[in-house]
């Protein structure tokens, strides 16, 4: 139903994205809302279009429309957990309204990914067994998209950087121009840091093979209100991908020596 795939993702990276799938055979249609799926070995489904009413059909069809808290019924009211609709109320520390109750993962209603789980698991653990006073932050979660080129990304986007007013400045790596990735003969994607003028990074988003891998590096520079210049002064092992995250480095600060010549 949205008008581009892959929400969070910058456009030019969702248009990359968009050539590859085209290339594999993928047809997208976007804007599209689904009025009916039906049949038995051919499935049908029915959707709507610019007010036109369309099918397509295919051997299966694959439905992906997110996740619902499974609360109901398993005696939560009875010792007076506060609810958001189906899901768990809790403050920072992961707690609920109920002293020594606490709550971790999708139900709590937040960033439903696995490894935010975890880490609501770490703080609630800490909390519940009085080690020590911990705060679950939100605000610096990677999130990975397994394509191929898999997808990963950070912090602050350039489409919300653009749509918020917030002055910034691009670097940025085609990683055709990587070693590794020429090696391994694949080598579609980029690498792309957004930062502050000063050098602060906000964010990044990669496409790239081992992407998912790489995004925890620049997770940890946005954890510690690291820089640009934190990155492309750290040494990154010759040849691996993530190279090319020091060479978005170096192009922010005008050094890049393995970019590729811009199409104009």
Do not use: W
Request: proline letters at 3%.
């Amino acid at each position: 139903m949205m008008p581009s795939i892959l929400p969070g993702v910058d456009a030019d990276l969702v248009r990359l994205l968009s050539r590859v799938l085209k290339k594999k055979k993928v047809n997208v249609i976007n804007n599209a809302k689904v009025t009916g799926i039906s049949g038995g070995e051919t499935v049908t489904v029915s959707y709507e279009l610019n007010g036109a009413e369309k099918t397509a059909e295919g051997a299966c069809c694959v439905v992906s429309v997110g996740r619902r808290a499974m609360t109901a019924n398993i005696g939560l009211e009875n010792v007076g957990i506060e609810m958001n609709r189906a899901f768990v109320v809790i403050d920072e520390h992961c707690r609920t309204n109920v002293e020594n109750i606490y709550a971790i993962g999708d139900i709590t209603g937040k960033i439903q990914l696995a490894h935010v789980a975890s880490a609501q698991g770490f703080v609630a653990a800490a909390n519940a067994c009085g080690v020590r006073d911990e705060v679950m932050d939100y605000s610096i979660v990677p999130s990975c998209i397994y394509t191929s080129p898999e997808i990963a990304f950070v912090g602050l986007s350039e489409d919300k950087a653009k749509a918020q007013g917030i002055e910034y400045k691009i670097g940025s790596f085609n990683v055709a121009g990587n070693g590794r990735a020429m090696i391994m003969g694949d080598a579609m994607g980029t690498a792309k840091l957004i930062a502050a003028p000063d050098g602060k990074l906000l964010g990044a988003q990669l496409m790239c093979h081992r992407a998912t891998d790489m995004i925890a590096e620049l997770a940890a520079v946005l954890k510690m209100g690291g820089t640009v210049e934190d990155i492309s002064g750290t040494i990154h092992a010759h040849p691996t991908i993530s190279e090319s995250v020091a060479e978005a480095a170096h192009d922010f600060e005008g050094l890049c020596c393995h970019a590729l010549p811009k199409k104009k």
